[in-house]
Nanobody
Framework: GVQLVESGGGLVQPGGSLRLSCEASGFTFSSFDMSWVRQAPGKGLEWVSS????????YYRDSVKGRFTISRDNAKNTLYLQLNSLKTEDTAMYYC????????????RGQGTQVTVSS
């Protein structure tokens, strides 16, 4: 079955950067769009970004445009999210998931990686 393992989170000051990774297995990675979603304390899951299977097209929620960059290495079955100019409101557990748009399969997400932005 689908297995996704997120890593790379941590504690960072406002304005700082992190690079999240998501290692995928159990499916043909390059054939699927992939997404990052996040969940802040006490709130529901929120879509962050998606990328097409070949990596050609990427999409972002408005609040992260210009600050976050999604990418993928299909040879390594790995999805990335570069987080720059972090804000306190970016604090959340970040998950990767198979699919995009209305077809995001949130049930495929892994254990997540915690991003905490605090001074």
């Amino acid at each position: 079955g689908v297995q996704l393992v997120e890593s790379g989170g941590g504690l960072v000051q406002p304005g700082g950067s992190l690079r999240l990774s998501c290692e995928a297995s159990g499916f043909t990675f390059s054939s699927f769009d992939m997404s990052w979603v996040r969940q802040a304390p006490g709130k529901g899951l929120e879509w962050v970004s998606s990328i097409t299977g070949g990596g050609t097209n990427a999409y972002y929620r408005d609040s992260v445009k210009g600050r976050f960059t999604i990418s993928r290495d299909n040879a390594k079955n790995t999805l990335y999210l570069q987080l720059n100019s972090l804000k306190t409101e970016d604090t959340a557990m970040y998950y990767c998931a198979q699919g995009s748009g209305l077809a995001i399969r949130t049930e495929t997400r892994g254990q997540g990686t915690q991003v905490t932005v605090s001074s």
